[in-house]
């Protein structure tokens, strides 16, 4: 049984950055793809970036240049580096890979 869980949300101003972690268990990071959603309120759900299992990556335009998806230490552990945030990023963030999904975290971007 696999389980994710995200951590890494919080409140920042435009401009500023946050790195959100997904901690894998029950599943191999390394060996499949793995992505990040995001929900904004009245949305759908969205892929904005998703890394494959050699590590080649996709970026949604919205994000293109000011994401960066990465497996991260400790091991089992996927990030996403988010810098020059802009508030139409507010939204919950979700990892998701091998079928499974986490809980999510809440970013919020405003002033």
């Known amino acids: 049984q696999g389980k994710l869980v995200e951590s890494g949300g919080g409140l920042v101003q435009p401009g500023g950055s946050l790195r959100l972690s997904c901690v894998a268990s029950?599943?191999?990071?390394?060996?499949?793809?793995m992505e990040w959603y995001r929900q904004a309120p009245g949305n759908q759900r969205e892929l904005i970036a998703r890394?494959?299992?050699?590590?080649?990556?996709y970026y949604a335009d919205s994000v293109k240049g000011r994401f960066t998806i990465s497996r991260d230490k400790p091991p089992n552990t996927l990030a996403l580096q988010m810098n020059n945030l802009k508030p139409e990023a507010t939204a919950i963030y979700y990892c998701s890979g091998s079928g499974y999904w986490g809980q999510g975290t809440q970013v919020t971007v405003s002033p």
């Open positions: 029950g599943i191999s990071v390394g060996r499949h793809g």
């Open positions: 890394s494959d299992s050699i590590s080649r990556t």
